[in-house]
T-cell receptor, first 114, second 114 residues
Framework: DAGITQSPRHKVTETGTPVTLRCHQTENHRYMYWYRQDPGHGLRLIHYSYGVKDTDKGEVSDGYSVSRSKTEDFLLTLESATSSQTSVYFC?????????????FGQGTRLTVV | AQSVTQLGSHVSVSEGALVLLRCNYSSSVPPYLFWYVQYPNQGLQLLLKYTSAATLVKGINGFEAEFKKSETSFHLTKPSAHMSDAAEYFCAVSVQNTGNQFYFGTGTSLTVIP
């Protein structure tokens, strides 16, 4: 298994509070991604990083921000959590930007906003 | 925009029967296609990927997929279903940008009936 650790694995938070999810990798892969998984939608890309301090938006980035200060860590922040952000969040990594390159996924973080 | 469509959100087969999970892609350029499997409460695991080297792609656990350009399809098959195949299956297409962005289908939940 690819060395990807997501923390926390489960979190319950209140509406309006800030939340940060962490993704840590030991593979030294350049590219890191945050996806959310919702029933009927599959996985949708939130943000991704193509290097330290280099990030870009995905298709569902509103309400989320990210940071990557080290190769191994990619943080996802919900500045003010809303109930619509209740979801399972997955971090993924890939070695290159070549489209033939697969992504490896973490175990996921289940976030509930009440 | 590139996308994939998975027909059938739920598929049930008897143990030992053929498994067929459908995926159609929308692409104006040669696509790079992937099948992932997700077991309950786990991350996604790569089953196989199409890289244009061969139209019939063999993956792990006895699965294979055939790329058919004329039908814009990449259906996943397995000759004989096992109980352990019960899981969620996702088709995905990758798009090269500053990162390698994956666009996932909505998933197909496979149930295997003993």
């Amino acid at each position: 298994d690819a060395g990807i650790t997501q923390s926390p694995r489960h979190k319950v938070t209140e509406t309006g509070t800030p939340v940060t999810l962490r993704c840590h990798q030991t593979e030294n892969h350049r590219y890191m991604y945050w996806y959310r998984q919702d029933p009927g939608h599959g996985l949708r890309l939130i943000h991704y990083s193509y290097g330290v301090k280099d990030t870009d938006k995905g298709e569902v980035s509103d309400g989320y921000s990210v940071s990557r200060s080290k190769t191994e860590d990619f943080l996802l922040t919900l500045e003010s959590a809303t109930s619509s952000q209740t979801s399972v969040y997955f971090c993924a990594i890939s070695e290159s930007a070549a489209p033939v390159t697969e992504a490896f996924f973490g175990q996921g973080t289940r976030l509930t906003v009440v | 925009a590139q996308s994939v469509t998975q027909l059938g959100s739920h598929v049930s087969v008897s143990e030992g029967a053929l498994v067929l999970l459908r995926c159609n892609y929308s692409s104006s350029v040669p696509p790079y296609l992937f099948w992932y499997v997700q077991y309950p409460n786990q991350g996604l695991q790569l089953l196989l990927k199409y890289t244009s080297a061969a139209t019939l792609v063999k993956g792990i656990n006895g699965f294979e997929a055939e790329f058919k350009k004329s039908e814009t399809s990449f259906h996943l098959t397995k000759p004989s279903a096992h109980m352990s195949d019960a899981a969620e299956y996702f088709c995905a297409v990758s798009v090269q940008n500053t990162g390698n962005q994956f666009y996932f289908g909505t998933g197909t939940s496979l149930t295997v009936i003993p």
